[in-house]
């Protein structure tokens, strides 16, 4: 499978993930826009064409600010959430759409799409109804899981089989609290409803590191909050204090790029 991040940060995001036997796949949110995204595809050989799905996570414009110039030109089915969907219709967030396109997904019902089975989760975030996606294919599976303010017992019962995930790892917390945010944004940001830290991040991959996953890249970084070296170096540590990572771990640790794509990390069981 191949997990194509075009872009991850708090001013925009869109990952393709693709099946490993037809080349096809599906994008996760679609934040940035068109020409960013087909130009983004462009460069693996790919376009529009071979998407055969978009998943959105929720409803926040660096999540969805490219979808309506994307399925007025495009009309590929969305699935999202049905509040999430009833948000982004009834406050008109994509502008003219064919409301035809939308599909509803539930928290723990699998959807098959390209032969590939998407496993939507429940995050803790502000938002309508959000959630995150897990997609398997055969023996394989990756996950794209950002915009959450907590992880449970439940968040790794959806990850704890993945090969590869890209995790959010949004703000270093000092840079977050020395910073030129007004204090209820800080709040929010820290709060269970917020965004995971790079300490977080750190913590949660400590307990996953474990287990199955051999791929990691860190996204959702914040422009004003963070660094994409502080964050690789914050959960660089935090693994390094269990004995299963190091140089000779198998285990690959990168971040996503903020504004570019990043090049794909292909996974097999």
């Known amino acids: 499978m191949k997990l194509y991040s075009i872009a991850s940060g708090s001013s ?31 460069m693996e050989h790919m376009s529009f064409e071979d998407v055969d799905g978009i998943f959105i996570t929720h409803e926040h414009s660096d999540h969805i600010s490219g979808l309506g110039p994307v399925l007025r030109k495009y009309r590929i089915p969305v699935y999202a959430t049905e509040r999430t ?44 109804d959000p959630v995150c996606y897990t997609v398997r294919e055969g023996r394989d599976k990756v996950a794209v899981a950002t915009d959450m303010g907590e992880y449970t017992d439940y968040t790794f019962s ?12 949004n703000h270093d917390i000092n840079m977050l609290q020395a910073g030129h945010y007004p204090y209820y944004l800080k709040m ?9 830290s790079n300490d977080a ?12 996953v051999k791929h990691i890249l860190l996204g959702h970084l914040s422009k004003e909050n963070n660094y994409p070296e502080l964050a690789y ?33 292909y996974v097999s069981a």
Request: hydrophobic share 35%.
């Open 12 to 42: 925009g995001n869109s990952i393709f993930v693709g099946s490993g036997s037809t080349g096809r796949g599906i994008l996760i949110d679609t934040g940035i826009s068109k020409k960013r995204i087909e130009d983004g595809l462009a």
């Open 85 to 128: 969907i009833g948000y982004i219709l009834e406050n008109g967030k994509c502008g003219k759409v064919e409301n035809e396109l939308f599909q509803c997904v539930e928290p723990d019902v699998p959807v098959s799409v390209g032969g590939m089975e998407v496993m939507p989760f429940s995050v803790s975030h502000d938002a309508a």
């Open 158 to 169: 959806h990850l704890e089989d993945c090969d590869g995930i890209l995790l959010e790892a």
């Open 188 to 196: 929010r940001i820290l709060g269970k409803e917020g965004h995971l």
């Open 201 to 212: 991040c750190g913590r949660m991959l400590r307990r996953l590191i474990h287990l199955k």
């Open 233 to 265: 170096e914050t959960v660089k540590y935090e693994l390094e204090q269990e004995s299963g990572f190091g140089k000779d771990s198998g285990v690959f640790l990168g971040v996503a790029g903020r504004q570019a794509p990043t090049a794909p990390v």
